[in-house]
């Protein structure tokens, strides 16, 4: 795997977190060859990344590519270039160490709020219809996968409809166990991908 940066700091970070990698710091992902993994910060070198994208669409590279500050649009942008890999350059070790193992397996990987923004601004549009189509759950519970959806905490939904926290609890893991899901990210991918 390569390593691409300027930021000394950021270098430093990385080769600590994987010292159990074999790893090569490059000065230029120009001489980067088909079937190489390269982390790339793109911070401190957004110019040279975007260059080499544009001139080698088809590197066969795959980019880890990380970000000081990951947002959706960046995403979306450097993902649309065939990008593996896109998140924060400061993540936890255990998390970049999983971004990179995910691209090692030939999979994508991307921050967990990138995912949740997609399939909340893809689903949106039509989450009424879809809600109400849904007859395994009760009107309740409808609302309350609404409100979930909306990305509202258990107490924000316990206020919003004026009952106890306890029973948002009860509620959820009743819609959890009728849709046959076990967290809020799938039930969004429930709701979304319908």
Known sequence: ?????????????????LQDYEIKVVDSIVK?????IVLLDLSSCPKEFFSFIKNNPSSGIDFIVLD????????NLVLS????A????FMLPVHLISCIETVKSGQIW???EFICNLLQ????????????????????????VSLVLDGLTNMAIAEKLDISLRTVKV????????????????????????
């Open 68 to 75: 000081s500050k990951p947002d959706i649009n960046m995403a």
């Open 110 to 112: 991307v921050y967990p």
């Open 121 to 144: 601004n893809e689903s949106k549009k039509d989450r009424s219809d879809v809600l109400t189509e849904c007859s395994l759950i009760t009107e309740r519970e409808k609302e309350i």
């Open 1 to 17: 795997m390569e390593i691409f940066t300027k930021d000394i700091n950021i270098l430093n970070r990385w080769r600590d977190i």
């Open 32 to 36: 980067s060859k088909n079937g190489k």
């Open 86 to 89: 896109y998140g924060n350059s």
């Open 171 to 194: 509620h959820i893991s009743n819609i959890f166990q009728k849709l046959n899901v076990s967290s809020r990210l799938e039930l969004m991918a429930y709701f979304y991908s319908t």
């Open 81 to 84: 270039f065939g990008v593996k």
